[in-house]
């Protein structure tokens, strides 16, 4: 199906395009920065998920408009592609973290019968793998999540007002459809912070 954008669909579009372009390249930059796995395979899922959005404005961009029943049916795929690999993710990330724990504690023996002097001095390298290099500063999981929750709700309410400027109905229903995904990545990353006392809800 091909369409004719007005000027203020195609504005809005470019504004949108810009917007995915900016999530993508966040949620794959921060998958690098998170210390949890199973937030690093949230961001990374994300990413896949924004790139498809970004895929989407384009093609309307260019004059095509993708059938919303054949781009639902291909989401609805890829969540459930997703919610496994997050299992998987998940369960890998506990596997290395059992791993590393158990390799801290045989360090943490061998070192029992050093000086004062170096265990005081390994006591502050460990505190400074703990937290870690980013971790320490402002790219930490936390504010990594709160940022991204910030921007979902901005690219959500920026295409609230592209929807009620379309006059394509097709196009509204597109973009209707992507904003609720913006709102789900939302709520996964609200799940996230609140199940990791990142978010207290009054």
Do not use: W
């Not at 993508?24 to 949890?36: E, I, N, P």
């Amino acid at each position: 199906m091909t369409v004719q954008l007005t000027t203020k669909e195609r504005l809005l579009l470019q504004d949108q395009k810009s917007q995915e372009e900016l999530c993508v390249k966040k949620y794959q930059s921060y998958a690098g920065l998170a210390q949890d796995p199973q937030l690093k395979q949230l961001f990374s899922s994300l990413a896949q998920k924004e790139q498809e959005h970004l895929n989407t404005i384009n093609q309307i961009l260019s004059g095509q408009v993708p059938s919303v029943g054949a781009q639902s049916g291909s989401q609805s795929g890829m969540q459930s592609g997703m919610q496994s690999g997050m299992q998987s993710g998940t369960q890998s990330g506990m596997q290395s973290q059992g791993q590393s724990g158990m390799q801290s504690g045989m360090k943490s023996q061998r070192m029992s019968g050093s000086q004062s002097q170096g265990q005081s001095g390994t006591s502050r390298s460990q505190s400074g793998q703990t937290s870690g290099g980013t971790q320490s500063g402002v790219f930490n999981d936390k504010n990594l999540c709160s940022d991204m929750l910030a921007t979902e709700k901005f690219v959500s309410s920026a295409y609230d007002t592209a929807i009620f400027e379309c006059t394509n109905s097709n196009i509204r229903q597109i973009l209707n459809h992507i904003q609720k995904e913006e709102q789900q990545h939302g709520e996964q990353i609200f799940n996230y912070m609140h199940s990791h006392g990142m978010y207290s809800v009054q």
